[in-house]
């Protein structure tokens, strides 16, 4: 009994890894949609598409041929009762057919390596009419950088529609921020393949988006206990938006009036006093006076502009804003309590809660 049961468990080995098999496979399939690198909104990420799809081809071809014949060999050389138990027919030492199974797949590998390091070229070149913007990846939030109109923003950034836009990376190092620089990595699917953010070196990335939106993307490689929660946002305007962005962004932050539960809010950021850190230590908020400049934390002058916070992982909303203040550790696991890298919790009372969030409401 034992023997026909131990064989019933064997015969369902196989039912149910095809069943988890069939899991893994819809599962996978259940994705985020709108960071799907098949769905190219650019011809930066239209490249790529192309040389994807015939070499998914050859390798459905490979697979397909390869699983055929171990089934056939399954079947046809089979142990059978009347077996007199000789070996069936060895191939080893066939010329003829080593060849030919080393010569196929080196010409395959040939043939795909052409485009492909044709493409990489194409793809890095730089182009005509292009708008610059610097990308800093810190732990764990991207900073943005507009060099031809002197804008910072963090976690989401503006492009325009049509024309391409020429990421110039690096990672934040000793000489920007407190954290130590590691290898982060930029990707937007459906704009443009991943590149790495090294600190110490710049590397660049071509965008383009063929139509305006939101478009979805994140750190593809692994930086730290909170690398998950280190997401992109990229907003793409027809070009008049774009313009009145760039306006936008330009304009100092407003002055809250005195004696108003703002500008209290505004005193509090500028200086918390009692031994905590102030928050303009690590932010921004510009109101005109100098140049901006680049902080250890996001820039903070039109925060309300942004729909989202912390990594790009929030909605800006009000409640989202106050219980980031009172807790960030709660809202961003892991990271400052970790790693006592990013934004720390400075113990606020309720009243200081309320006049901070105000003034961050303030700000658009």
Known sequence: MREQSHTRRRRRTPVYLGVFAAAAVILAACGDAEQNALDPAGPFAQAPHDLIIPVAWIALAVFIFVQGLIILSVVRFRTRKDDDGSLPKQIHGNTRLEVIWTVIPAVI??????????????????PEDYLTVEVIGHRWWFEYYYPDYDIYTANEFAIPTDRPVRLEMTA????????????????????????????????????????????????????????????????????????????????????????????????????????????ASCHQVWEGDGDRAPQQG????????????????????????????RDPDSMKPMQYEVNGIGMPNLDLTDDELDALVAYMLSLD
């Not at 996001?298 to 203040?325: C, K, Q, V, Y």
């Open 109 to 126: 590998l040939a043939v795909i390596a052409v485009p492909t390091v044709q493409g990489i070229f194409e793809v890095m070149e730089e």
């Open 172 to 279: 934040a190092d000793l000489a920007r921020s407190p954290d130590l620089g590691v290898i982060h990595s930029f990707w937007v699917p459906r704009l443009a393949g991943k590149q790495d953010l090294v600190p110490g070196q710049t590397t660049f990335l071509n965008i383009q988006a063929d139509e305006p939106g939101r478009y979805l993307g994140q750190c593809a490689e692994y930086c730290g206990v909170s690398h998950a929660n280190m997401r992109i946002r990229v907003e793409a305007y027809e070009e008049a938006d774009f313009d009145a962005w760039v306006e936008a962004q330009t304009q100092p932050a407003a002055v809250p009036a005195d004696g108003t539960v703002e500008a209290e809010g505004r005193d509090l950021f500028l200086e918390l006093g009692d031994g905590r850190l102030a928050c």
């Open 298 to 325: 996001p820039d903070l002058t039109h925060l309300l502009s942004r729909e989202e916070f912390a990594g790009a992982i929030h909605d800006m909303t009000e409640e989202n804003l106050r219980e980031w203040l």
